[in-house]
């Protein structure tokens, strides 16, 4: 019997051992708040996904370069696969260290005043790892956000930051982008280029269109992509090592 | 700093009964919402399960089910469940299952209560089944002043009364003398015809016998060269149409409107308490349709008729402005109707000449209901004395015929499709074919041919003897009530066309020529909600032919339970509303009107309140299923 199941899509290549990892950071990091927060790991690596305490990430920033440009503003919403809870979620402006842009103030709906108002990343920094403490990061690209949290914590805490992720854009790659660029037979029969833009990426599932760039909004609409990912193309069960990066 | 879940509150601020909260209460509904996210086809709630949360779909759609595993409701964006398991012991009363991918907002139990609690509508909102929501849609409209004055506030003076042996001329002198125009005409030696139902103190009053006015001097006396002792019972109109004291002006002016009269006795039971006249009503409504049938009386061609079109538009859009209630206007438009139908008739017979035998000008389907709107059919035919004779009377009934529907058809009613018009010979007969006709339909009922002729069951004088067709009503509802056979066909066909229960779903919604979404609302809603109210009517031995006269008379027997009534009499009223107001705005528009309703166009409390419309017609449909089961399965060979 021939049985032909293309199963669920697979990373490209074996997931790190992150409990693991956490563990070996928590002997090596110097300050107190990191220490915790390594120390505090993160889900087992065979965990079903169901079981596993999430919290949605997204970080608005000036640019995209984590050494050069700032954060703006930070949304967390913390959740279960089956439930996002607004209430315990959190959203917090900073000041940001490098001047502020007039097109990344309309870009964030985030005003001067607002802005005059907020608490510098430096004093914020440490409730955010506190939240993020034991829970699996769930980001839209894992680039931004890890660089950026790594980059404040080098600036604030003196050492740099590493935490498991998943990434519901790298999820999206799996699916569309697994063989690379089409092959120039399957453009011949139509196949494109899938965006996975978050925005992109929540239509595919039929998710509604939200109002983008703010952190917060973005964060739950990731937790929401993340739901739709894995009742799609996983199971609630799915070991969170096959998800996270 | 308090969070603010922006896209949450805006989307709840939108969809009733959210859209009637404070925004910051709207705030903190928003910050305690759960989100899930659900696959098409899975269960999302089942049966007596245990519940603690309302639900509200933020995108996607849910099915709600009855425990039968019918389907109850289809939601979508906006929409909420759950909310009487939550107000019955939190067990789930109606269990749910996603058919698209749905997004869903859970509102904890606690919060509901609080909201309910300290927001009447609100409450209003998730206590109500669909009946009061309706019922609150409805009631929203503000009710013309002619709906509620009653004519008794209209009456100036007690009437004048003369004994019907008083001459003429003492006649006029006593109208002088007293400065009225109109005289009622009693008969002192008449026995009241129904003396145990009549209080002994008004039999006392001598009983009215006819009216008199100016006008009936001018042209009855005079211009017919009458002596001065000519007694008022020679000339006066016989039989007066009367209205009650506690009738609405609107009842009255729709009296005029229907039988071109002006004058207008009113009684107390049977006693006279007042005349009223025209003048009295267009006090009250300047602008009122009246003065638009009286302006056709006067048109001399068919030209001319057919200039009153923007009029006849002009007067619908401004009832409709005025929230006048679709009862009013459909009998306003349908009294318009009536007066360019008789005025053709009249220029007929003065184009053709007398008719050689007596006939009657019926019409059929909305006129005869008077629910006529502006985008309308003419439906119509003729029933002749039995003297007829097709050799030597059919050619003069042929040109009339003719005249009359070409004339309709130029003032904005079209052709029939279906050839239910005067023009074709098989609805030009003598009385005689038309009860052999109507005896067919009823005694050898078959739901195919029943389906071409039920338009013959609303069917209403228009002009010439009105007993004919009259006594076709009489036998209809005489021979239909008694007929489970014909009654069971009838309701067969009245289950033809379904509401569009999850209308907001491509597949319920017809693409009209431009692919938009649109739902038929006649085909969709009045017209099945019309037949079904038809059947019950019919059962019920009734002769109304309109459907709200209808509903009164199904509530004098027992045949449906007051409520659901009710519940029908607003479903009713609102998809008619819904209608009327979808083409004043098109008439506004210099768009063609239609009945093709986008409901996406429509504000979400008026979505809401048609869903359940629909959900009540849907309802009723099931009723008389089970009302007419055997019959409603036979299926045709």
């Known amino acids: 019997m021939i049985r032909f199941n293309p199963g669920a899509p697979q990373p490209a290549s074996a997931p790190p051992d992150w409990p693991r990892q956490l563990a070996q950071l928590a002997g090596q990091a110097q300050h107190p708040a990191l220490q915790a927060f390594y120390q505090a790991g993160c889900p087992a690596a065979d965990c079903p996904l169901e079981d596993a305490p999430l919290i949605a990430l997204d970080i608005e920033t000036t640019g995209l370069n984590s050494r050069r440009d700032a954060i703006v503003s930070l949304g967390l919403a913390p959740f279960r696969l089956n439930r996002i809870r607004c209430s315990d979620a959190l959203y917090q402006v900073v000041k940001p260290t490098s001047e502020l842009s007039e097109e990344s103030i309309t870009f964030h709906r985030i005003t001067h005043s607002d802005i005059n108002q907020a608490p510098r990343v430096a004093s914020v920094i440490e409730t955010v790892l506190e939240a993020l403490a034991g829970k699996l990061v769930v980001v839209h690209y894992r680039a931004i956000e890890r660089g950026f949290l790594d980059q404040a914590c080098r600036q604030h805490l003196g050492e740099g930051l590493q935490f498991p992720v998943i990434d519901t854009m790298e999820l999206e790659a799996r699916l569309h982008r697994g063989d690379g660029e089409p092959s120039w037979f399957q453009r011949l029969f139509g196949k494109r280029h899938q965006s996975i833009r978050l925005a992109d990426s929540r239509l595919r599932y039929n998710l509604p269109l939200y109002q983008a760039h703010h952190a917060l909004t973005d964060a739950i609409a990731t937790a929401e992509l993340l739901q739709a990912q894995a009742l799609t193309h996983y199971s609630p069960q799915v070991s969170v090592s096959r998800l996270w990066s | ?637």
């Open chain 2, 1 to 637: 700093m308090q969070i603010e879940l922006i896209e949450i509150r805006d989307h709840l601020s939108r969809f009733p009964p959210f859209d009637e909260l404070p925004e910051e209460v709207l705030n903190d509904v928003a910050r305690q919402v759960e989100i899930a996210y659900f696959k098409a086809g899975t269960e999302i709630l089942t049966f007596n399960q245990e519940i603690h949360e309302l639900h509200y779909v933020r995108s996607g759609a849910v099915d709600i089910f009855r425990r039968n595993g019918d389907l109850y409701n289809r939601l979508t964006e906006g929409g909420v469940f759950g909310h009487f398991g939550l107000l019955r012991h939190n067990r789930v009363r109606f269990p749910a299952r996603a058919i698209e991918d749905t997004l869903l907002y859970y509102i904890p139990g606690v919060l509901f209560d609080q909201l309910c609690e300290q927001h009447e509508t609100f409450a209003d909102f998730v206590e109500a089944e669909g009946q009061s929501r309706l019922k609150a849609a409805v009631d929203n409209g503000r009710a013309s002043e002619l709906m509620k004055i009653k004519v008794r506030k209209l009456i100036s003076r007690l009437p004048v009364t003369v004994p019907l042996t008083t001459t003429v001329q003492q006649a006029a002198r006593v109208m002088t003398e007293q400065s009225v125009s109109s005289l009622v005409v009693v008969d002192p030696h008449m026995a009241w015809p129904d003396p145990e139902r009549v209080p002994v103190a008004e039999q006392q009053h001598a009983v009215m016998v006819g009216i008199m006015t100016d006008r009936d001097f001018r042209t009855r006396v005079l211009a017919e060269g009458l002596p001065l002792d000519t007694p008022v019972a020679d000339i006066m109109s016989p039989n007066p149409i009367t209205v009650q004291g506690d009738d609405t002006v609107f009842e009255a002016m729709l009296s005029m409107l229907r039988n071109n009269i002006h004058h207008l006795p009113v009684v107390q039971r049977r006693r006279p308490i007042g005349l009223i006249n025209l003048s009295d009503i267009i006090k009250y409504e300047s602008q009122s349709s009246l003065y638009l049938v009286s302006s056709i009386y006067n048109k001399q061609s068919v030209a001319e008729l057919q200039s009153l079109l923007p009029d006849v538009r002009a007067t619908f859009v401004r009832m409709a402005r005025d929230e006048a209630s679709a009862h009013m206007i459909g009998s306003a438009m349908s009294g318009i109707g009536r007066g360019f139908s008789q005025r053709l008739l009249e220029l007929a017979e003065d184009q053709f000449g007398p008719p050689p035998v007596p006939y009657s000008f019926m019409a059929l389907g909305s006129m005869a209901r008077d629910e006529q709107l502006v985008v309308t059919d003419q439906d119509n035919a003729l029933v002749l004395d039995d003297s007829f004779d097709p050799k030597l009377h059919d050619d003069y009934f042929f040109k009339l015929a003719t005249f009359v529907s070409d004339g309709l058809a130029a003032c904005g009613y079209t052709y029939c499709k279906g050839g239910i018009m005067a023009t074709n010979p098989k609805w030009r007969q003598p009385l005689k074919v038309w009860r052999k006709y109507f005896t067919d339909w009823i005694e050898n009922p078959k739901p195919e041919a029943l389906l071409n002729s039920c338009i013959f069951f609303d069917l209403d004088s228009v002009y010439g003897e009105s007993a004919m067709v009259e006594e076709l009503q009489e036998l209809l509802a005489e021979k239909a009530s008694r007929n489970e056979a014909f009654l069971g066909s009838l309701s067969r066909n009245a289950l033809n066309r379904t509401p569009p229960l999850g209308f907001f779903r491509t597949f319920v919604m017809e693409k009209d020529g431009e692919h938009k979404n649109v739902i038929n609302l006649k085909r969709r809603g009045t017209a099945p909600l019309t037949d079904l109210i038809r059947v019950h009517a019919l059962a019920c031995g009734s002769r109304a032919q309109n459907s709200f006269e209808r509903l009164d008379a199904i509530s004098a027997t027992k045949l449906m339970p007051p409520d659901a009534l009710e519940r029908l009499r607003y479903a009713l009223e609102f998809l008619s509303l819904v209608r009327i107001r979808h083409q004043a705005l098109a008439i506004e528009e210099s768009i063609e009107p239609d009945n093709d309703v986008e409901p996406e166009n429509s504000s979400p409390a008026e979505r809401q309140a048609l869903k359940d419309a629909f959900q009540v017609l849907s309802n009723a449909q099931k009723f008389l299923r089970f009302r007419y089961p055997h019959l409603a399965v036979t299926r045709p060979l």
